[in-house]
């Protein structure tokens, strides 16, 4: 198994400029969710899913949307990127929210 | 709102040392928690899962407690090695909640 796949590792964005931060598990776990780290305040989660197309809100939803179309993936889309947005981002699964996360190796956001 | 505190926020030791790490949080109504290893640009990797009905979890040189009533973790760490130099998290979540709930780490420093 790969786990958690999170790409890209590294990206830089133009404030304004939207992208996708992919995240794919091939564990067949229901549960998915997105947290951004940023120094000083520990992981806040963004977006959390418990299974293909229900998704919800977590602490620091706006300016993301996600959608789960398939078990496999959870895509994070920024719909106009701000500085405030840079971060590191990590993506997690689980069979459920009861159960151990597991997370990806992260994507490295700047915004400029 | 669940907060969860670790202190200290950095603590270095010599190899060989027995570390208790600590872990608070102000809601006692969860229903699990989970302590993470996270690596200097790497993911969160988890060590230990403890649900709310268990005192303790053990994995190796690992020992996780949890107290409820007092809104208390400790990680044990036996025979501290140099490799367990790292940042630890611990994670709650609240019972009847999806969401997890994150301190802010601890990082360990083990001089060889």
């Known amino acids: 198994n790969a786990g958690v796949t999170q790409t890209p590792k590294f990206q830089v964005l133009k404030t304004g400029q939207s992208m996708t931060l992919q995240c794919a598990q091939d564990m067949n776990h229901e549960y998915m969710s997105w947290y951004r780290q940023d120094p000083g305040m520990g992981l806040r989660l963004i977006h959390y899913s418990v299974g293909a197309g229900i998704t919800d809100q977590g602490e620091v939803p706006n300016g993301y949307n996600v959608s789960r179309s398939t078990t496999e993936d959870f895509p994070l889309r920024l719909l106009s990127a701000a500085p405030s947005q840079t971060s590191v981002y990590f993506c997690?699964?689980?069979?459920?929210?009861?159960?151990?996360?597991?997370f990806g190796p992260g994507t490295r956001l700047l915004v400029l | 709102k669940q907060e969860v505190t670790q202190i200290p926020a950095a603590l270095s030791v010599p190899e060989g040392e027995n570390l208790v790490l600590n872990c608070s949080f102000t809601d006692s109504a969860i229903y699990n928690l989970q302590w993470f290893r996270q690596d200097p640009g790497k993911g969160l990797t988890s060590l230990l899962l403890i649900q709310s009905s268990q005192r303790e979890q053990t994995s190796g040189r690992l020992n996780a407690s949890l107290d409820k009533s007092s809104g208390r973790s400790t990680l044990y760490i036996a025979a501290s090695q140099p490799g367990d130099s790292a940042t630890y998290l611990c994670?709650?979540?609240?019972?009847?909640?999806?969401?997890?709930?994150f301190g802010k780490g601890m990082k360990l420093t083990v001089n060889p």
């Open positions: 994670a709650v979540r609240r019972g009847g909640s999806e969401k997890l709930v």
């Open positions: 997690a699964s689980s069979y459920s929210i009861q159960e151990t996360q597991y």
